[in-house]
Every structure is written in structure tokens, then in C-alpha cells.
């Protein structure tokens, strides 16, 4: 039980840095949400010391978590609505990969990184 609230705990932590960031979409720059993933994923990485399958776990689950419900969010946002509802699960489908990749990755790296700060030498 201890392992799948930890889990929840990462998947929250990271996947909330990109769902913050897709309002920085509009009114910033395309750029932000794009490094989301990454941030995202370090930071909980880094904060939770996650072992090789939990990273790869909570980049799965961030995948899922922000790729599949987009179709939606435009629909009910009306962003890009001149698009064919098949472009749009398109670009979901490769939402999800993206952000499941960098999240996986990042969380790996930001545990490997605070476990290399901790080693005494």
C-alpha cells in the first residue's frame, strides 16, 4: 500500500507541472509546456528517489494521465476547433508518448542524480 501511494504521490508531482503549464500556452510561449514534462519528472524523481520500474511506471501513467483526456480538453476548450477529430487524436496519441518518455527519463535522471549527491565518497 505504501508503494501505490508513492506512486500517486509522483504521478501528482509531475503531472501536475504540465497540466499548470498548458495555461502558459496561451498567454507565454509554446516553449513552457514543452520543458513540463521534463521538470516535471526530474522533480519527482529527485524528491521520491524512485527505483528503474517506478520511473518507467510513472511515465506510462503520465502519458496516460495527459495524452488520453486532451481530445476532450480541445473540445471542450475549442482550441484549434478547424481540426479534424482524428488530427486531434493524432496529436494526443503523440502527447501521451512525449510526455510519458520525458517523464520516465527525467524521473530516472532526477533519482540518479540525488542518489549520486547523497554517496559519501
Given amino acids: 500500500m505504501r508503494r501505490v501511494w508513492r506512486m500517486l504521490k509522483a504521478l ?3 503531472s501536475s ?3 499548470l503549464s498548458i495555461p502558459i500556452l496561451a ?3 509554446i516553449v513552457a509546456p514543452l520543458f513540463a514534462p521534463i521538470i516535471g519528472g ?5 524528491n521520491l528517489r524512485l527505483s528503474d520500474g517506478e520511473a518507467a511506471l510513472l511515465g506510462l501513467g503520465s502519458g496516460l494521465l495527459i495524452g488520453l483526456p486532451l481530445p476532450a ?6 482550441y484549434f476547433h478547424y481540426l479534424s477529430p ?14 510519458g518518455a520525458l517523464v520516465g527519463f527525467s524521473a530516472w535522471l532526477g533519482t540518479a ?3 549520486e ?5
Fill in 12 to 14: 501528482c508531482m509531475a
Fill in 17 to 19: 507541472v504540465t497540466f
Fill in 27 to 29: 498567454a507565454f510561449h
Fill in 42 to 46: 526530474y522533480w519527482a524523481g529527485s
Fill in 73 to 78: 480538453i480541445q473540445l471542450g476548450l475549442g
Fill in 86 to 99: 482524428l488530427v486531434i487524436g493524432l496529436f494526443a496519441v503523440v502527447f501521451a508518448l512525449y510526455t
Fill in 113 to 115: 542524480t540525488a542518489i
Fill in 117 to 121: 549527491d547523497t554517496a559519501v565518497p
